[in-house]
C-alpha cells in the first residue's frame, strides 16, 4: 500500500462507500466516540474522517477536527457537515496521517476507525496520534485484525495479495500492531457483526521526560518503555486555527 494506492481505491469507493461499508461496521463508529468523555471544547481529532459517516456521533459541544488523504471521500464529508449543520466539526482537512501538520499536544484525544489497516505506515500514524494528543488522552482504534485460525484466516490470506486493489491490508495483526505501537491497550471490545472488529483503548499513557530518554518512547504507565518513537515536534507549519497548543 502506498499513498496513491490509497487515493486510487477511495475515489473509487467514495461514491458507493456508504453501500459497502456503512451499516455493517456502524457499531464501531458508535463505540469508539462514546469513548471520549466529551467534555464541552474537548478537541478530537478523527484520522481517516473519510465521508464523516461518524461525525453524528460527537456531542455538538466538542470540537471535531477530521483529516483524510482521500479528496473525494473528504468532499462527501464536507456535503454531509453542510447539510446536517454539524457544530460539532471544527475543520475537515486533506491530512496525510503519517506527517500531521499540528502541533504537539494539540487535541484532547484521537481516534482512527477502519483506518490502520489502510494507512501505508501504521507506526507513523499512531506515532503522530500520541504526539499529537495531550499526555494520557484517550486514544482509540477501531478495525478489523487477522483471524487467528479457520476458514476466516484462510480467506484474509488470500485476499492479502490484492490490498494495493481492495484499500486494506486483511492480514493485519494485533500483535503486530500493538508492538508498533509500544504499549499494550487499556481495554479491547470486540464490535461489529460477530465481534469480528476489534476497538482497542489507549488511556493513561505518559510522553517522555525529554526526547531522547529511552529512544523518544511515550509509554503506559508500568510498560517497559519498549515503544514506537513518539517525538516531539515536527518542524512543520500548522494550518490555520492550530498555531498554539491551546490549553
Ligand atoms: C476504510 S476508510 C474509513 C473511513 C471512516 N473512518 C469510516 O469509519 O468509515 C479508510 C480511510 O482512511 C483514509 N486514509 C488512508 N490512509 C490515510 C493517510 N495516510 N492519511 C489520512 N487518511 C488516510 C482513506 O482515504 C479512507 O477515507
Known sequence: MDLSSVRRAYKFYAPIYDLVFGRIVEEGRRRAVSVFPQKPGDRILEIG?????????????????GIDVSPEMLNVARGRFLNQRFPQVKALLQMDAQALEFPDDSFDGAVAMYVASVVPDPEAMIREMFRVCRPGSPIVVVNHFASRNGVARRVERGFAPFSRRLGFRPDFRLDDFVRLVGCEPRKITRVNVGGYWKLLEFTGWEK????????????????????????????????????????
Open 49 to 65: 474522517v473519510g465521508n464523516g459517516r461518524a461525525l453524528r456521533y460527537y456531542d455538538p459541544h466538542v470540537e471535531v477536527t
Open 208 to 247: 517522555p521526560a525529554a526526547p531522547g530518554d529511552n529512544g523518544g518512547g511515550a509509554h503506559a504507565p508500568g510498560n517497559n518503555g519498549a515503544s514506537a518513537a513518539f517525538n516531539n515536534g515536527n518542524g512543520r507549519t500548522p494550518p490555520p486555527g492550530f498555531e498554539s497548543n491551546g490549553r
